[in-house]
């Protein structure tokens, strides 16, 4: 702490000091478990400390981006918003047309020999338009948001997912939800709700179509091509997920353990790891769970660090969220403070996902653990958020303290 005080004295570190001590915890433990988590990449390097030094790389340059970042005044975020949007957009239409296809998905796109995942800037950028447009257009009667700014905000949030729905489900659904969290918070117009009933109704509709429709007819519909393009090719995979792994049998021997083993691997690290946890570099997972370092670093948590590392990875998650909605309270004006919530919804909605799917509270999803799983684009994007926020953080004009009242005394006349 007092390390962190000399820091901020000499104007190196600004902004929120609990946000910067969070970050850097989880920057910790995010290299010792992607160390540990990697064995199945270091059979692929020349020595063991190559995937562990990659991902040290990202965390020094997502570092870099969140100083620089944090240094720039949140008002050129303000103008930078459409701009940023429209230009993921386009990464997201070459990334459909030229991207690379890895796992089965096109989600990656190679600029210059550097492998981008355009998916992860739009989310930042339609966070950042809706911040701008939600500040826009209010009532001036009841304060609400006005109905241009609403429709606007649906339109891009629509095209954003629409980009994304083919090859990423999870990251539409969970952009779509984000957005639609802020949207309440900044006072939306009363079509909103019925939209969001509508919804509702419309998403537990298809849930329960997909569980009960025969694999047969998912094959059918995945192999649909419009204009030489397979919108729904991943549906088997869907699918898949949504409807389960298999029946648990009365004997454990009859459990084929080669089918699903993700969601397999992944419950046997939660299962085994206990109270305490293996310790560090002791999972056995490890090397048998698929993407243990990316997807499902936090299996690997929970089996070498049991309840308590898990624990605290999710009191420092907590406490960003907590100290942004405080950040957010105190702003004088209305774009940064929608800027902030949007942010850290987005990073603890993320968090939470992934979370829950290594519990298996939740489908897979394939979305990765902020900070903490290994990845170029995921890591430096999450550092974006944590730099606009510790930006608002020093930048953004506070509101003035209310003025205490003094109590009144009453005089007596003789």
Not at 273 to 283: I, P, R
Not at 333 to 345: E, M, Q
Not at 386 to 408: C, D, F, N, R, Y
Request: glycine share 8%.
């Amino acid at each position: 702490m007092k390390a962190l005080d000399y820091l901020k004295q000499q104007n190196i570190l600004r902004g929120d000091g609990w946000i910067w001590i969070a970050y850097f915890c989880i920057c910790v433990v995010s290299f010792l478990e992607v160390f540990s988590a990697s064995s199945r990449l270091t059979y692929g390097h020349d020595g063991f400390l190559g995937p562990a030094l990659s991902h040290f790389g990202f965390l020094v340059s997502g570092l870099l981006v969140v100083w620089v970042m944090h240094l720039i005044p949140y008002k050129l975020y303000y103008y930078f918003a459409v701009p940023l949007w429209g230009f993921s957009i386009i990464l997201l239409g070459c990334t459909t047309l030229l991207g690379s296809a890895i796992n089965d998905t096109t989600r990656w796109l190679s600029l210059g020999g550097i492998t981008i995942q355009p998916s992860e800037i739009a989310k930042l950028g339609l966070i950042c338009l809706a911040a701008k447009l939600f500040a826009n257009n209010r009532n001036v009667e009841n304060g609400e948001m006005g109905m241009q700014s609403f429709k606007r905000v649906l339109c891009c949030t629509i095209i954003t997912c629409a980009c994304i729905f083919s090859e990423n489900l999870s990251t539409c659904l969970l952009t779509f939800i984000v957005i639609g969290l802020l949207a309440v918070v900044c006072q939306p117009p009363k079509i909103f709700y019925i939209l969001a009933l509508a919804a509702g109704i419309l998403g537990g509709t298809g849930i329960v179509t997909m569980k009960n429709v025969s694999k047969e007819t998912v094959k059918e519909l995945s192999e649909i091509s419009i204009g030489g393009h397979t919108p729904l090719h991943r549906l088997p995979t869907w699918h898949n997920r949504f409807v389960g792994g298999q029946e648990i049998p009365e004997d454990p021997h009859d459990y084929d353990i080669r089918r699903d083993m993700q969601a397999t691997h992944a419950r046997l690290a939660v299962a085994t790891g206990g109270l305490l946890g293996k310790g560090f570099g002791n999972s056995v997972e490890r090397d048998y769970l698929p993407h243990a370092y990316s997807d499902f670093i936090f299996s690997i948590v929970l089996e070498e660090g049991g309840i308590w590392l898990p624990t605290i990875l999710l009191f420092l998650y907590l406490l960003i969220v907590y100290r942004s909605w405080v950040i957010a309270k105190n702003c004088k004006n209305r774009f940064p403070c929608y800027l902030v919530l949007g942010l850290s919804l987005m990073l603890i909605a993320q968090a939470m996902f992934n979370m829950a799917v290594a519990v298996d509270l939740f489908p897979i999803t394939g979305q990765p653990l902020p900070l903490m799983s290994k990845g170029g684009t995921s890591t430096i994007i999450t550092c974006s958020y944590l730099g606009m926020i510790l930006s608002v953080s020093h930048t953004a004009a506070k509101k003035e303290p209310k003025a205490k009242k003094e109590p009144v005394t009453e005089t007596i006349e003789a």
